[in-house]
């Protein structure tokens, strides 16, 4: 009998402390919770949307559809030390919300234009209390600066490249806070002779669709050309194919082979596109297509036999009409386009740090870097496209861009 009085009394109070937060709240908590592990990048915050006063009441009770705005009002509604700010200082211009690969750690970030000021607020699973999981959350504030990181300002509002070199506006302190992944070196040699008929099948299917322009083949070969004599890689023979594709297209297989659509070199100048296709040699002197590969094959056989990717011609300038071109590759394209098994945030830091030392041996600053990743950027919640081989899906570019702004805002990769 005691057992069943503390079953009920113990179910009273858990369905107490689940109704003490509100279905609203707790709405919101799961929105957030489903945002994990996506890409993101900063969001700029359309003040129309809010009516009211300028603080938390008037986020609260404000009907939004923009989904950075969304974002604000659900993180206002949880969390009370990001409430007491807007309260503070008002709504903000832009947003940031930023988790760890497994989503225990959580950022949020609020940035004022005028003043300049950035508030960076942090919480994980440490800091939840016992039986606080219907509670209202407490973030704790890790930093405040007097500015706004350049990085933030090219994604989240669209200013335009600036003049290098890239101001450092990020503390050591500050920048620790982030837990950016720790890069490894590349190996000194490869052997990826294996994988030379991936490369050939891939080739000759893209073979099918309307061959690119000369002009458009010559400004990516001379830009390949410069990286291919400062980047000696033993046991890697590097070759570049241009295809052309509406979609923008740039990946690479682990012999030494590069992809890069038309649509992709047309949107870069010639210093981006050096720089873009650096980020995808990169990944090949990693070896990271190999490592997923055969991390893959080990947990989805099946999954890897049957990949199929597509590279859309259709309205392509130049295009003759003709069907699609597949891409079947017994698996390897199918594992670079899956979601759940493609490029890891790991994978992307690595492939932007040597990208920057192999640009520095032909004075490139990053910044340029940074320039060819965010003109492929689309600030979006929604998860990569499962079968897209287009370049921002490949590369998580909301996440790969945004790291690598955190990097350039703290210093690690000037000199």
Known sequence: MKSVLKLIALGTLVLFVTGCAGPRIEKARFRIATLAGKPLAPMQIDHAEFSGPNDSKGVRESEVSIEGNRILRDKVLVDVVIAKAVDQYGVPDAIELRFTDVGQVQWFTLFYKDPPHTLVFRRSLADVQWLSIRELEESRLIAELDTIPRSVRRLAFGEGPLPPPWPVTISLEQFEAF???????????????????????????????????????????????????????????????????????????????????????????????????????????????????????????????????????????????????????????????????????????????????????????????????????????????????????????????NDLGILLDGGKLTK
Request: aromatic letters at 6%; proline letters at 8%; hydrophobic letters at 40%.
């Open 179 to 401: 837990d950016v992944p720790v890069p490894t070196s590349p190996p000194t040699e490869v052997d990826a002779k294996d994988y030379m008929e991936v490369a050939n099948t891939l080739q000759k299917r893209l073979s099918q669709s309307p061959p690119p322009n000369a002009e458009v083949c010559s400004l990516a070969e001379k830009a390949f050309t410069n990286l291919r004599n400062v980047t000696v890689v033993p046991g890697i023979s590097w070759r570049l194919v241009v295809f052309s594709a509406e979609q923008p297209i740039a990946f690479g297989v682990p012999e030494g082979t590069v992809f890069v659509s038309d649509s992709v070199v047309r949107r870069l100048s010639e210093v981006e596109l050096t720089a873009l296709l650096a980020h995808v040699m990169a990944h090949q002197w990693h070896q990271h297509g190999r490592k997923l590969a055969t991390k893959a094959g080990v947990i989805g056989a099946l999954l890897l036999a049957s990949s199929v990717a597509q590279v859309s011609s259709a309205g392509h300038p130049g295009a003759t009409g003709g069907p699609a071109v597949s891409l079947f590759l017994s698996g390897y394209t199918g594992v670079l386009t899956n979601p759940n098994l493609g490029y890891t945030r790991k994978h992307e830091v690595e492939a932007n740090c040597t990208a920057v030392e192999i640009l520095r041996r032909l004075d490139i600053p990053p910044d340029k870097l940074f320039d060819a990743l965010v003109k492929f950027v689309t600030p979006s919640t929604k998860p990569p496209k499962s079968g897209s081989l287009a370049i921002g899906d490949v590369h998580r570019l909301g996440r790969t861009t």
